[in-house]
C-alpha cells in the first residue's frame, strides 16, 4: 500500500502559501479604481478571469471561455500593450481553469477536468494540476494528490 500523505500535505500547503502571499502582497497594495485589463486584446466579449501574472509582469496568464469550453491563455507584453493571446502550450481540449502562478514564476497550478491517464475520458468534475516551468517553456501537467 503507498503511502501518501507527504504529497497531499505538500501540495496543501503549497496552496495556502500561494493564495497567503497574494492576500499579502494585495494588503500593502493602496486602493485603486478597477479598470478593464487591455480592453480589445485580453479583454473582450468572450469570458476571461483569473489572470495570474509571471514575476516580471511581462507575461500573463488567464483563463478564457469558449462555449463549453475553457482554456488557460497566455499573452506576453509588447510595448504599451499586450500580444494577442494564444492558448499556453499545456491548455487544450479540456476545460482548463483559475490558473496561479507561483511567487517565483517555477511552477503554475489550475484546475482542470483532463483525463488522469493519457488517452482516458474527460473527467466529470475536475482536479487540481500543476505545470513546472522549464527553460522558456513548461513540461507536462502532473495531478496534485487527492485526499
Do not use: K
Not at 78 to 89: H, K, L, R
Not at 104 to 117: E, I, K
Request: charged share 15%; proline share 11%.
Amino acid at each position: 500500500m503507498a503511502h501518501r500523505p507527504l504529497p497531499l500535505l505538500a501540495c496543501s500547503l503549497l496552496a495556502l502559501a500561494l493564495f497567503g502571499l497574494a492576500g499579502a502582497h494585495a494588503a500593502d497594495m493602496p486602493p485603486t479604481t478597477p479598470e478593464i485589463s487591455a480592453p480589445g486584446t485580453i479583454s473582450g466579449p468572450a469570458g476571461v478571469d483569473c489572470l495570474t501574472f509571471a514575476p516580471d509582469g511581462a507575461t500573463v496568464y488567464f483563463d478564457q471561455q469558449a462555449g463549453w469550453n475553457g482554456f488557460i491563455m497566455e499573452s506576453h507584453r509588447v510595448g504599451d500593450g499586450w500580444s494577442t493571446p494564444q492558448i499556453a502550450p499545456f491548455s487544450g481540449p479540456w476545460q482548463d481553469h483559475d490558473p496561479a502562478m507561483a511567487p517565483d514564476g517555477s511552477f503554475l497550478v489550475y484546475t482542470s477536468n483532463r483525463a488522469d491517464v493519457a488517452g482516458g475520458p474527460a473527467l466529470h468534475g475536475g482536479h487540481l494540476w500543476r505545470v513546472d516551468r522549464r527553460g522558456d517553456g513548461w513540461g507536462q501537467p502532473q495531478r496534485c494528490p487527492t485526499w
